[in-house]
């Protein structure tokens, strides 16, 4: 086989072997039960889509509650236009819901179509993704509405709504300052308002017991910019703004959570007091400084898709053609027909074959 030849096979098996690796895994029907994934045992909720909870895995025949979330990430639609006031995002029965690991993340995906809420009759196709990174640390609710009625539909807000495990402090916010609110700090309407004039966009809470974590709800400058609506105990609320999609298309929006189980199971966290969630809570403020900006892995799976609370993703890069191997090209004299290259070759041979003549009838000469 000619080494143009096999080059172009190895690129070609490469190619197809980066497709294979790129594809998702085959998806399960959800059985309602717990998923064992990474460092946690998720406790999924499809009635109201949200995660419940998650127990840490702290060995291989152990695990620690921690009472993060009583439920993290319901997400309400509010639309005059569609007829829905705040219409929560629901996929019955359990078995609607696709499980799967991605095989080219390593990411847990619940995936769903939203039924029986109006989303049908208003013309509105309404489809859940909750992503567990496979780090595990970070959990994205991303819900997408596409409008299939033959005319623009104005979202008059989407809400997001998370209850963490039990009351207890704000640890920390985007754009901390102790001339706006210190912290700790109480979870109460005076501390809302001291955030919302901060024009924060994510939160960390505390309490002595339960893991603690943070969650985050837009970006300044989007589309449709989300702001924080209360925070009432260990309740948190915020609002994507209005926002239009035109007939035909559709839009996003995205809501984070983020805790450090792998750092809590160095500290050797238990369900305690002083068990590690001071330390934990300390290390989590500076790393929500990820959600200042609206890249990296916050964005996969959402390529060529606008955001309108964080902001429009690039489309994913296209994949790169494999160039075909040229035919070996004549002299500019000869023929690049098939016969030419045929009668070329033919023309070696006979002078090879002549040349061999020659080399036998001097070898004869001389004996």
Known sequence: MKSVVKAATAVGIAGIMAVAAAAPAQADPWDGGDVTFGLGEWDYENSDVAMDDVYL?????????????????????????ANLDFAGVACEPEDSVDVTVE????????????????????????????????????????????????????????????????????????????AILPVPAAEDSTSTDALIAAGSQWAVHYNEYDAPGGV?????????????????????????????????????????????????????????????QVEAADALVPAMAEFDTFAGRLTVGLEGVSVVNWGPVAPAPAPVPVPEPEAPKLAATG?????????????????????????????????
């Not at 060995?59 to 236009?81: A, L, N, R, V």
């Not at 450090?260 to 002083?274: F, H, K, M, R, V």
């Open 103 to 178: 095989e080219a993340t390593g990411d847990l995906l619940y995936t769903c179509t939203a039924e029986g809420t109006g989303f049908a009759e208003a013309g509105l196709v309404v489809t859940s993704e909750i992503r567990v990174y496979s780090t595990s640390d970070l959990v994205r609710v991303a819900t997408t509405i596409t409008n299939v009625s033959g005319a623009d539909i104005v979202i008059d807000g989407v809400g997001f709504y998370t209850d963490f495990g039990s009351s207890g402090e704000i640890w920390g916010y985007q754009g901390q300052d102790d």
């Open 335 to 367: 023929s690049e027909s098939s016969a030419g290259t045929v009668g070329v070759a033919g023309l070696l041979v006979l002078l090879g074959a002549a040349a061999l003549a020659v080399s036998l009838r001097r070898r004869n000469a001389t004996r």
């Open 216 to 276: 985050a709800w837009g970006a300044a400058g989007a589309e449709a910019p989300a702001s924080l609506e209360s925070i009432s105990g260990d309740e948190y609320s915020a609002l994507v703004s209005s926002f239009t999609i035109p007939a035909g298309e559709s839009r996003a929006v995205a809501y984070f959570a983020l805790w450090n189980p792998a750092l809590l199971i160095e500290l050797g966290y238990t369900n305690e007091t002083d068990s590690g």
């Open 57 to 81: 895995i702290t060995g291989p025949d152990s695990s620690e509650y921690t009472d993060i979330w009583d439920g993290m990430g319901y997400t309400y639609i509010d639309s005059e236009d």
